[in-house]
């Protein structure tokens, strides 16, 4: 099980860090995840990191402003989000995957959390 935490209000420019606790399951060895979903929208990838770590990647959109993080020994993942916009407005969801890859799309991802609201005023 997954539990996403860390979604609330800033205004745009500020940060948050969302964080998401594994139960059940040690998770170490799994690739993990955030997504967002829009309203009325799919869910989009947003960063992914590999069982180790070592592999990060990123939507273009929160390049340079978002860093996923994990700490397998604690079962944690979290994503910091700094410069926040307006358009960053967005119910954000972690995921994670057993084969230990940093997948891009949610196909693949076996395992989801609730979501976690990031509203940011202008």
């Known amino acids: 099980q997954l539990q996403a935490s860390g979604g609330g209000l800033v205004q745009a420019g500020g940060s948050l860090r969302l964080s998401c606790a594994a139960s059940g399951r040690a998770i170490s060895n799994y690739g993990v995840g955030w997504f967002r979903q829009f309203p009325g929208k799919e869910r989009e990838f947003v960063a992914a990191a590999s069982w180790s770590g070592a592999i990060k990647n990123y939507a273009d959109s929160v390049k340079g402003r978002f860093t996923i993080s994990r700490d397998n020994a604690k079962n944690l993942v979290g994503l910091e989000m700094n410069s926040l916009k307006p358009e960053d407005t967005a119910v954000y969801y972690c995921?994670?995957?057993?084969?230990?890859?940093?997948?891009?799309?949610?196909?693949?991802?076996?395992?989801w959390g609730q979501g976690t609201q990031v509203t940011v005023s202008s």
């Open positions: 995921a994670a995957e057993r084969l230990g890859y940093a997948r891009t799309t949610a196909v693949g991802y076996g395992y």
